[in-house]
């Protein structure tokens, strides 16, 4: 059963678990772009979300509504994004905007 929960949580969990993989994030507004968060050892290590990555992905994650997030498992990011803060910085800006998705 789908549980909602805080998006900064999820990624602590993944952080701290140095999971692989990405998360995949729907959002409510009419698009298709699915926010994808990739990890490698539990760093965040690509950001993006249709043709936005990195940095300038980080601040406009701000003006959507989240819905479901779901997790595949050991699938490798495209890229690195080198210009994304450290992991723990995007953990605290997450927690900080209270968003919460529902976990499949």
């Not at 549980?3 to 698009?31: I, P, Q, W």
């Not at 926010?35 to 965040?44: A, D, K, L, P, S």
Request: aromatic fraction near 8%.
């Amino acid at each position: 059963m789908p549980a909602s929960r805080l998006l900064g949580d999820v990624l602590h969990e993944y952080h701290e678990g140095k999971k692989n993989g990405a998360l995949f994030v729907a959002v409510k507004e009419k698009t298709d772009n699915l926010i994808r968060i990739f990890f490698q050892n539990g760093e965040i290590r690509h950001l993006s979300s249709g043709q936005c990555s990195g940095k300038d992905c980080l601040e406009i994650i701000d003006c959507y509504e989240l819905t479901t997030a779901y997790f595949m498992k050991d699938m490798k990011a495209p890229a690195i994004t080198s210009d994304l803060p450290p992991t723990e910085q995007i953990i605290d800006q997450f927690r900080r905007s209270g968003r919460s998705v529902m976990m499949q």
